[in-house]
C-alpha cells in the first residue's frame, strides 16, 4: 500500500503566473523556454530539471501542494474533482526540492527520504475555470467607488480556489552525467 511521506503547500500569487518546483540546486535549466511555452498551452511543462506551472490568473492567491509518496498512489482524485494527472519525469541531484515562484517566494525543506535520483510527478488541478471567474469579477469591479475594498474582499473571499497538487515518488538513480570522465 502507497504511504505519503509528507506534504508542503503554500499559497501565493506567483510572479508572472509562474510555480515552478525544482530541485534546489537545478534553475534555469536548458529548455526552459520550450517547457514554459508548453505550460502557456498545457497548464505544465518541463525541462527534466523544473517543472512550470501557468496559473490562469494573477489577481487571486493559488494553493500550491507537495506530496511525497513511497511509490503511486492507487486513490483517483477525480472523483474529488482533480483534473489530471499530467506527469513529468523530474532529475533531483541533490534530491532537495522547492516549489514556488521565479523570484524566490518559495518553500523548500522537501526533502523526500530516497534522495538524489529521478522521480515521478503527477500533477492534478482544479478550479481553474472558478477563478478565472473570480478574475473577471474583480475586473469588473476596477473603477467604481470603494473599488479598493471590494477587490481586497473578493480577493479574500476567493484565496487558493485555483489549485494544484504534485504527487512525487522515487522512479530510479540518475543516469551518469554525460561531462564526467572515467579515469
Known amino acids: ?55 490562469t490568473q494573477d489577481l487571486v492567491e493559488v494553493r500550491a501542494d507537495v506530496e511525497i509518496w513511497d511509490k503511486p498512489p ?6 474529488s474533482g482533480w483534473t489530471g494527472p499530467l506527469t513529468f519525469d523530474l532529475d533531483c541531484p541533490t534530491g532537495k526540492l522547492q516549489v514556488g515562484d521565479i ?20 500533477l492534478f488541478h482544479r478550479g481553474r475555470e472558478q477563478a478565472d471567474r473570480a478574475f473577471h469579477e474583480i475586473l469588473m469591479v476596477t473603477g467604481a467607488d470603494d473599488d479598493n475594498a471590494r477587490i481586497a474582499d473578493l480577493q479574500r473571499q476567493h484565496a487558493g480556489i485555483e489549485r494544484y497538487l ?11 552525467d554525460e561531462d564526467d570522465e572515467d579515469l
Open 1 to 55: 500500500m502507497p504511504t505519503r511521506h509528507s506534504r508542503h503547500g503554500l499559497t501565493l500569487s506567483p510572479d508572472y503566473r509562474m510555480i515552478v518546483l525544482r530541485d534546489v540546486y537545478c534553475d534555469a535549466a536548458v529548455g526552459s523556454t520550450a517547457a514554459i511555452r508548453e505550460a502557456t498551452e498545457n497548464v505544465a511543462g518541463s525541462t527534466g530539471y523544473e517543472i512550470y506551472i501557468v496559473v
Open 74 to 79: 492507487d486513490d483517483d482524485l477525480s472523483v
Open 103 to 122: 523570484f524566490g517566494r518559495v518553500i523548500s525543506g522537501i526533502d523526500p527520504p530516497s534522495g538524489p535520483g529521478r522521480y515521478t510527478v503527477a
Open 166 to 176: 504534485m504527487r512525487i515518488w522515487w522512479q530510479t538513480d540518475l543516469p551518469p
